[in-house]
């Protein structure tokens, strides 16, 4: 039997989720922008539809620039700090929106096959053979995760 939905949120709980099941997508991003928000080597991110995303809390934003010098919106909990959803101009054209996957309450399943910006991950980062590896990002959302 398959989950219809996966539930996440913040460290202090102040910013809760629900997100349809199974993902669009899980992949983790090795840009150096989302090492330095995760605080370490890369970030778990979700893909799913926009309508599939739901919220309550409040977030505060900031906006990062990608590589192409587009807008990445960071959306973070005001209060504890954790990242939770990450935003592009171009994502929000194709109707999807990315969150922190390692926000989820549940985690202990997760296999992210594809790996964005292995061009800049660190050293001892060992990706599995049999995964995708992109040395940046090749697709339409523009941006990093």
């Not at 900031?62 to 919106?73: E, H, K, L, Q």
């Not at 997760?110 to 995964?131: C, E, I, K, Y």
Request: aromatic share 6%.
């Amino acid at each position: 039997m398959s989950e219809a939905t996966r539930s996440g949120g913040c460290l202090c709980g102040g910013v809760r989720y629900t997100v349809a099941w199974p993902l669009q997508m899980l992949v983790t991003c090795s840009c150096t922008n989302c090492q330095k928000q995760s605080g370490s080597a890369l970030s778990v991110v979700g893909v799913v539809a926009r309508d599939d995303l739901a919220l309550s809390g409040t977030l505060a934003t900031f906006t990062d620039r990608a590589d192409s010098g587009n807008a990445v919106y960071r959306q973070f909990c005001n209060r504890c700090g954790s990242p939770v959803l990450t935003d592009t101009d171009a994502a929000r054209a194709q109707g999807i929106i990315f969150f922190k996957a390692g926000t989820l309450d549940r985690t202990d399943d997760l296999d992210p096959a594809t790996h964005m910006w292995t061009r800049s991950a660190q050293g001892w980062m060992v990706f599995p053979d049999h995964h995708a590896k992109l040395p940046e990002q090749q697709d339409e959302t523009d941006g990093k995760a």
